[in-house]
């Protein structure tokens, strides 16, 4: 065990001033919320840092409407609280569905809605700190190219890492308008959702785009509306305790048989939360059918490049995919998600 001191912020500000005191003297410092991945990863020896300041005690739980519509999520909100919220079960029902099907209720309970944005990968070689990692250590290699291939990336993937982001919710926030709100040392930020997640390229050891002591506080959705009439779905190799091979998130909106508007956020496929362009683009306007929706889907996994181990996902997408949008296609059925 390396040894670490422990600070408890009293708020935002003194939390960035202890984060950037800490930069200062040449120490690491590392903030805890929730905790249920960080403490692991210094358990596993995956992470080392000189100080750990507890922000889970900040005014940062809110779940409030918006001025014009959507929601504001503080950063420090339980999971399990706000996918109980009835705010985020009417507006957002994929969001709901999507932190539902992750983890156990315990887990959920301490997890937070910021720190589950900064999940880091489950792959089995960047957890066993024995075998070489891009991600861990840079410039060792990926273990994972030549070796246990199972949970692989499709698209996205590098020479130097071929890892897939394990949230569920992230999933969900991929299919929305969503922003993300953070402080740092400057002042505020606020970053689209799509920016905040990185492909590995030749840096697979950066995850997100947040400078040096940024602290996530909030999370805006700000639609769209039709995600009222969504889905969350998520396939696994058991019912609980499992990330997901392959999860998809979508939001329909059909009228007199076309699809006025569509999002999908794919996940277990890349190096982040997926969003699913090129189906979107194929079906706007469209037929609302199956055949247009099988056809969607196999123009997004045109850009796939699927080894061995991990072949199965294509064959899992190009069947829930177009499921998960045919449920979508019937008529709104109150309470689903």
């Known amino acids: 065990m390396k040894p670490f001191t422990y600070e408890r912020a009293t708020s935002t500000a003194d939390a960035l001033r202890r984060s950037v005191a800490a930069t200062t003297e040449g120490r690491r410092a590392a903030y805890l919320a929730g905790g249920t991945n960080l403490i692991d990863h210094l358990r596993l020896g995956i992470r080392e ?27 420090m909100a339980r999971n399990a609280d706000v996918a109980a919220h009835p705010l985020v079960r009417t507006a957002f029902p994929l969001v709901s569905a999507a932190m539902l099907a992750g983890a156990s209720g315990q887990l959920r309970g301490m997890a937070t809605m910021g720190g589950n944005l900064l999940q880091r990968t489950r792959c089995v070689y960047f957890q066993d700190p024995s075998t070489p990692c891009n991600k861990r250590e840079p ?31 992230c999933v969900a926030l991929a299919a929305l308008d969503v922003t993300v709100v953070a402080q740092g040392p400057v002042g ?16 697979p050891e950066a995850d997100t785009t947040l400078e040096r002591s940024e602290l996530i506080t909030a999370i805006e959705i700000a639609g769209p509306a039709f995600a009222r009439h969504s889905r969350y779905r998520k396939l696994r190799e058991r019912a609980s305790y499992a990330f997901a091979t392959v999860s998809v998130a979508a939001a329909l909106d059909v009228r007199d048989g076309r699809v006025a508007d569509v999002r999908l956020g794919l996940g277990g496929v890349a190096h982040k939360p997926w969003r699913a362009h090129r189906v979107e683009d194929a079906l706007r ?4 059918t ?20 991990n072949r199965y996902k294509v064959s899992q997408l190009r069947r829930v995919v177009p499921a998960v949008l045919q449920e979508l296609t019937g008529p709104v059925e109150e309470g689903r998600s």
């Open 49 to 75: 840092t000189d100080r750990i300041i507890d922000v889970s005690h900040l005014d940062l739980t809110e779940v409030c409407e918006l001025e014009g519509g959507g929601l504001r999520i503080g950063a």
């Open 139 to 169: 410039g060792s290699g990926c273990s994972a190219i030549e070796g246990f291939g199972t949970y692989n990336a499709l698209i996205g993937a590098s020479d130097a890492c071929v890892a897939v982001h394990p949230s569920d919710l």
């Open 188 to 203: 505020e930020r606020r970053i689209d959702f799509a920016d905040l997640h990185r492909l590995p390229g030749d840096r």
């Open 285 to 288: 306007g469209g037929p609302a």
């Open 290 to 309: 199956a055949q247009a929706y099988i056809a969607a889907i196999d123009a997004e996994l045109e850009q796939a490049r699927p080894g061995e181990d």
